[in-house]
């Protein structure tokens, strides 16, 4: 990975953190996002001093935040002219109903539209080096919590019948439907497109949602959780190995292609999910 240049959001934490630790060690160039910066600092000097590579640098920024996505995208522009791999990991469960800056479902905007609104503005430079260099990746954290999912694109600005599963739910479908819908649109470039279930990880995931949500999550964790290390395994596969090479428009799982929610593979949902994204975001 000696050369190439790594961008993954959701950084400062559980699988992001550690798939952040293991590609540096692997001697690729990061750029680590974070939502705060005291933190986000410490994070990138833990990395350095834990991997021995001195090129792991910080954009900060709240990604349900429209603005804030384009302000950290154009802050890479200035600063980069490469990109081989986009790391979409940014994500959070909210028990309760909020808003975003834009006007949107929180849930939505920070687990989906980060991912649609990020890629984009990136994907000039990544298309450019994959055709300098051979390949470019792009991966999005999903979830297996897609599985029982329904896609519903009429109440992310309503806060009637807001349910924190089902909301949580509908964003991991999302990514599967972008993952699969720009694998489709970029099918005659050099770039690659996949989404990966990284399993339930012993993290702080989920701890935020507070009262008896808090609570179950914490137990099922204890009981059932994985590393961060064995989590973020297929995120570090995805991203460094030469055996995924030309591998696009799939879902992972445990290193491996796994099938998705039937519904994921619905030609409509996935074009209804990007017409709704292009107008939300101005793009694409």
């Known amino acids: 990975m000696i050369g190439k240049r790594i961008l993954i959001t959701g950084a400062t934490n559980g699988i992001g953190k550690q798939a952040a630790l293991e590609l540096a060690k692997m001697g690729a160039g990061l750029v680590i996002v974070g939502r705060d910066e005291i933190k986000t600092l410490k994070v990138s000097r833990d990395i ?7 090129n792991v640098n910080i954009l900060v920024a709240d990604l349900s935040s429209m603005d804030e996505v384009r302000r950290i995208a154009a802050e890479f522009r200035e600063k980069y002219q490469r990109l081989d791999v986009l790391l979409n990991n940014a994500g959070a469960v909210f028990s309760e109903y909020q808003q975003s800056a834009d006007g949107y479902e929180m849930t939505f905007a920070l687990n989906h539209i980060s991912y649609y ?4 503005l990136l994907l000039d430079i990544i298309k450019l080096t994959a055709h300098e260099h051979g390949e470019a990746r792009i991966i999005n954290v999903s979830s297996s919590a897609h599985r029982n999912a329904a896609l519903r694109l009429d109440n992310l600005r309503d806060q009637s019948g807001f349910s924190m599963l089902n909301s949580y739910g509908a964003s991991k479908l999302m990514n599967v439907l972008f993952t699969y819908e720009l694998a489709r649109r970029l099918e005659d470039t050099a770039v690659t497109v996949n989404a990966v279930h990284p399993g339930l990880v012993d993290t702080g995931f989920g701890h935020n949602t507070g009262g008896l949500w808090s609570s179950i999550i914490k137990i099922l964790q204890k009981l059932f959780a994985i590393s961060p290390k064995k989590g973020a395994e297929t995120l570090v596969y995805l991203a460094s190995s030469s055996d995924v090479a030309g591998i ?33 975001t101005g793009i694409g």
């Open 117 to 120: 609104l990020l890629t984009h």
């Open 48 to 54: 350095k001093q834990a991997s021995g590579n001195s």
């Open 248 to 280: 696009s428009g799939a879902y992972w799982n445990e290193k491996q292609q796994k099938r998705s929610s039937e519904n994921s593979y619905d030609r409509e949902q996935q074009k209804s999910l990007w017409a709704f994204s292009a107008e939300a």
